[in-house]
């Protein structure tokens, strides 16, 4: 069973997300963390269920679609899987700060 570690970004995203949403309805806004914590539990089990990001082409790097989120995450080793970021799927991926950090990070 791999171990899941959240990236601050991701923290982050899933907190502007929830505010967004609360200013029209907080019980969706509940609804909605809620779902993105029961499909990141998943990974634990089974750390390849998300397809490889087709932006950006790396094997360790995963997605699951949540509504109308992508959860990006890392598989950092059989133990280990890491959330970089929850993108809303009608945005550019390119311009995420996480995405973009995972970028830099490759290129050493």
């Known amino acids: 069973m791999a171990e899941i570690v959240w990236s601050k970004r991701?923290?982050?995203?899933?907190?502007?997300?929830?505010?967004?949403?609360?200013?029209?309805?907080?019980?969706?806004?509940?609804?909605?963390?809620r779902l993105f914590f029961e499909k990141v539990d998943i990974l634990a089990q089974h750390p390849l269920i998300g397809r490889i990001v087709p932006e950006l082409k790396i094997s360790t790097v995963?997605?699951?679609?949540?509504?109308?989120?992508?959860?990006?995450?890392?598989i950092i080793s059989e133990e280990q899987v890491g959330?970089?970021?929850?993108?809303?799927?009608?945005?550019?991926?390119?311009n995420?700060?996480?995405?973009?950090?995972?970028?830099?990070?490759?290129?050493?």
């Open 10 to 33: 991701a923290i982050k995203d899933i907190d502007e997300i929830a505010t967004f949403i609360s200013k029209d309805s907080p019980q969706y806004a509940e609804a909605q963390v």
């Open 83 to 94: 959330i970089i970021t929850v993108h809303h799927a009608a945005r550019l991926l390119k």
């Open 62 to 74: 995963r997605q699951l679609l949540c509504g109308h989120y992508r959860i990006i995450y890392e």
């Open 96 to 108: 995420n700060r996480g995405v973009k950090k995972l970028l830099r990070r490759n290129r050493k």
